[in-house]
């Protein structure tokens, strides 16, 4: 019987600690405790003010419009992002490229200039009217008494919305394999039943993209501030308006904005750790020799 040893491992070997490392390291302490002094030695900074108005009424009455806000949104524009997602998939030529471009004007111009537009709107349309084309009106209604700041809030943030998600939709849709469309239509099912069947699996690919656009759907609510919204920034905005403590009253606003940031955060990694389960790829199997 003969034994044949295998190949000897090698020693591994370990990096030395560059200089230049050290020197990083030193660097960002130094920048670290520098922001610190700046940070507790300057009286600008107004911490008693922080104090004040941190849990403060106004406060946590402008951070609950926030998250109302944000939730809304993001449930319209969940909605229309799936519906221009399967429009974007669609066969039809003309469907597509309508979706298409929903898209590029959503997405290609500042959500700014939207939340102001919609604000605005009604120096475009005075009367928002229901009737035949080139026939009677029906009803009207003035813009002015309809669109408020949180209409053309959730207008602006929700058509924007619809366009990321509609791309985080088309994404999960077109990660399914395509041997599950055709096996579908092979057996005679309906359009509506494919989808039926398909976005289940692609869910597992839509959810973490989705748990980041909800992080930033929450930070860009910050921008209906603009508009008179009374929402968190606006908030802090009217109290340093009236007392002048500007720093103060936006590092409170900062404060919130984020903690809750971190904490949706951590929720989207875990949600990303859960859903990338069995994803990993396989080693492919190596024969043995005889």
């Not at 992002?81 to 290609?108: C, D």
């Not at 992080?215 to 905005?237: E, M």
């Given at each position: ?10 020693a591994r070997r370990e990096p030395r600690p560059s200089p230049w490392r050290y020197a990083a390291i030193a660097v960002i302490i130094l920048v670290v405790l520098t922001l610190l ?25 402008g951070l609950l419009l926030t998250l109302e806000l944000t939730a809304v949104v993001m449930i319209v524009g969940s909605v229309l992002g799936v519906i221009l997602a399967v429009m ?203």
């Amino acid at each position: 019987m003969t034994v044949t040893a295998g190949p000897a491992r090698r020693a591994r070997r370990e990096p030395r600690p560059s200089p230049w490392r050290y020197a990083a390291i030193a660097v960002i302490i130094l920048v670290v405790l520098t922001l610190l002094d700046a940070a507790i030695t300057n009286p600008n900074f107004g911490w008693p003010t922080v104090g004040q108005y941190l849990f403060s009424a106004v406060m946590l009455r402008g951070l609950l419009l926030t998250l109302e806000l944000t939730a809304v949104v993001m449930i319209v524009g969940s909605v229309l992002g799936v519906i221009l997602a399967v429009m974007r998939t669609s066969a039809n030529p003309f469907v597509s490229r309508a979706a298409w471009g929903y898209i590029w004007f959503f997405r290609g111009t500042p959500l700014l200039i939207q939340v102001i537009f919609w604000f605005n709107i009604a120096a475009l349309f005075p009367r928002i009217e229901l009737a035949v084309p080139f026939g009677p009106t029906l009803a009207g209604i003035d813009a002015n008494a309809l669109v408020t700041p949180w209409t053309a809030a959730v207008l602006a943030l929700s058509l924007n919305e619809g366009a990321y998600m509609a791309e985080i939709v088309r994404g999960g849709l077109l990660g399914v394999d395509r041997g599950q469309y055709e096996a579908a239509q092979a057996l005679g099912m309906r359009p509506g039943k494919v989808f039926g069947i398909v976005m289940p699996q692609a869910v597992r690919t839509i959810i973490p993209p989705t748990a980041n656009q909800l992080v930033t759907t929450f930070k860009n609510t910050a921008l209906v501030s603009v508009i008179g919204l009374a929402d968190l920034l606006h908030s802090a905005q009217v109290v340093y308006a009236l007392n002048y403590q500007t720093i103060p009253l936006l590092i409170v606003a900062a404060f919130w904005y984020l903690l809750l940031t971190s904490l949706l955060s951590y929720v989207q990694s875990l949600l990303e750790r859960k859903y990338s389960k069995g994803y990993a790829p396989r080693s492919r199997p190596v024969a043995k020799e005889a």
